[in-house]
C-alpha cells in the first residue's frame, strides 16, 4: 500500500508505542486519529504530532458502540481509513493463587476484555470501514495491525491474565485474514518483547539495566520506532498478511 497520505485509527495512540506509532506516521505523511482513554495526554499529544496531522477521540475499546461511532467519526473527518493499529492494552499482572487469595475473576475479566475483546472490538469496525474503499492494483483496501506480545509463548508467573490475551490476540490473526481477504484487507500482528516505554520510566535503574541486559542481541531494550517503523513496513508490504512477527532481540522469557 502506497503510504503517504494514509488514514490512520491507532488505539492506546497518547503514549508508549502507539505515540511512537503516531510520531512515525505523521512524519511520513500519515493523518492519525488517536484513540485513548487517557484525555489529560492528549493534548500535548497533539501539540507534538501537528493538530493538522492528527485528532483524538476519548475511547473505550471494549465499548462496542462507542468503537463503531468513533470509527465512522474518525473516518469521516479524515476523509477515509485505510489503517487501524491496535495499541490499547493493559498488563493485568497478578498470580492466580496470590498470597492473600485466588485472583479475583474480574482481573482476569478486564485484562482480556481490553487486551482482546478490545483487538476485536476495533478491527471488527475498521473493516466494516475498509471493505467500502476503492481497491489499489493489488485489490487491497485496507490493513489491519494489531498488538500480541511475546508473552503470548512465554508468559512468566503472574502473566496468566495478559499470556491469555495475547495468545488469544495471536490466535485470531489468521482466521480474521482468511475471512478479510475477500474484501482485500490484510491482517498482521506484531509481538514485542521488552520494549521501553513510559511505565518501564517508572521502574528504578538497576531494573531498566536488568530488563536490557535480559535481551541477548542488541542489549538494550526496544525502541518505539522500532515498533514504528515495523509497522509502516507491514503497511508497504502487501505480502505481510496473516501472521504473528516476534520484534524482541530474540529474547526468551524466564518462568518469573
Known sequence: MKFEGIRVIITGGVSGLGFGVAEHFVAHGATVTLFDVNEEAADAALESLGREHARFAKVDVTDEASVEGSVNEAAEAMGGLEVAINCAGILGAGRVLGREAPMPLERFRSTVMVNLVGSFNVAKAAADRMQHNEPNADGERGVIIHTASVAAWDGQIGQAAYSASKGGVVGMTLPMARELTRFGIRVMTIAPGVFHTPMVDTMPDEVQQALADSVPFPKRLGKPEEFAGLCR??????????????LDGAIRLEPK
Do not use: D, K, P, S
Open 233 to 246: 513496513t507491514i503497511v508497504e508490504n502487501a505480502y505481510f498478511n496473516g501472521t504473528a512477527i516476534r
